[in-house]
């Protein structure tokens, strides 16, 4: 499937499923996601999960790239999504 | 809003009293424990291919490979360090090369003013290089006596203690100089610039 | 908002706390719940627990927790949590990794440690919904006391209805222990996988390092990856 990028800090992006869901309004874990580096496609579940640090960091599990962002403050949360070349809501 | 719900017997973690409290700076809570915090996976480094760069504004780019790094005057550093996710252990010792004695070794172009630290795995911190200098930032290769774990950015990583945590960048290989700031990984997604505990710089606009 | 119902000790460093629900919905076998602590000077922390029951608990769920040295909120939970308090949870999150009997088999169910956890609720949703999918669980644990719901797997794997249950203890074995001894690998895999034929649908939840290690085997051993859903944990408290 692809080289070990992980270690055992790695979580799933399901474990951040109720944050996205906060953020989106849906459930983010089925929908399909690209990767903007590599062109990886898998539903948002699939992602690897960086949660032990100042924000949330959702990487590729193909090639680790950084393909989503988050990060609480009191005046709201960011988001980036630059690593995503889309994100798609599946009926 | 409703009243904000308290989970009976919940106690959150111990404020720091007595002798300690004043070395730690506001909203934060002492830790024994040296936790891991990480936004990707720890990377593996040959020791053979890693090297240390100083570059960007620069007369002359400078890169040490370990070999050379190991051979640098090195210090004992024993800090405080304090995490923007609200932690500060007391007492961190380390062995390092002081930033000031990396600098010895180039000649800075008058217009830098800053630096980013740039590690593998792609992370990186911005800094003001009057933060860097006189004796405030080292790069360190041991922690508590034994070589730098992986988990805690060995081989080798920033250290610059007067700041929130996330500027001493694990993994680092490396300062580019440049005459404006860039926002690092954490800046630019909404920390503030430059994260001094002290005056509690958390987040942008903190 | 949940009230806990009861608690029940799975073995020394597992607990499961039952929790009463004023607004419930059903869940989808699989899903979590976040639970969080929040303190009297507002500090707070929320860790997601996978739910061990299934859907058809009417009104309540069962969470099973693991006691995570230098953990927040699972020692809370172990040490501090009595019957009768409130706890503020939410959910249920996450539909990503879930198994319903109407999504088929065969069922092949690898779990490590407390990963067993949302395999139990898919495994008791089974049950429930008298499914007679063919359905094997391995399960990875280190002692004989650190295998969780081991009564209750033996109870169900009893019924004869399609549902057996295999472990493998990596560190010790009680005399006569004719299971596994050994991490799983590939051939561990292979004698597995073969009675569910050569495409089951594969759900594998535990540490990262076992996690890939059964992910890469099965796929070696040629399975598609299509029909593999994974569930890392780590000392976020998962």
Known sequence: ?91 | MPERFITRGFEGKPRATGTTANRVPPGQYLTKDFPVLSAGPTPTTNLRLWSFAIEGLVREKVSWSWADFQKLPAQEFTVDISCVTKWTKLDTRWRGVSIDTLLESVELEPRAGFATAYSDGGYTTNLRLPDLVNGQAFVAYEYDGAPLDPEHGGPARLVVPHLYFWKSAKWVRGLHLTEKETAGFWESLGYHIRGDPWKEERYSGD | MATIKAIRDETPRVRSYTLGLPSWTPHRPGQHYDVRLTAADGYSVQRSYSIASGPETDGEIALTVERVVDGEVSPFLHDVAVVGDRIEVRGPIGGYFVWEATLGGPLLLIAGGSGIVPLMAMIRHRAATASRIPTRLLYSSRAPEDIIYANELRDLEARNDGLEVLHTLTRSQPAGWTGYARRIDDAMLAEVRRPLGDAPLVYICGPTPLVEGAANGLVRIGVSAQRIRTERFGPSGK
């Open chain 1, 1 to 91: 499937m692809k080289e070990s990028t992980t270690d055992d800090r790695t979580l799933d992006a399901n474990a951040v499923a109720g944050m996205l869901e906060t953020l989106f309004g849906a459930d983010m874990t089925v929908a399909d996601s690209k990767c903007a580096a590599c062109g990886r496609e898998g539903e948002v579940g699939t992602l690897l999960a960086y949660t032990m640090a100042p924000g949330v960091v959702l990487r590729c599990p193909a090639c680790s790239a950084v393909m989503l962002r988050m990060v609480e403050t009191p005046r709201g949360t960011l988001v980036e999504a630059k690593g995503l070349a889309f994100v798609r809501m599946n009926r």
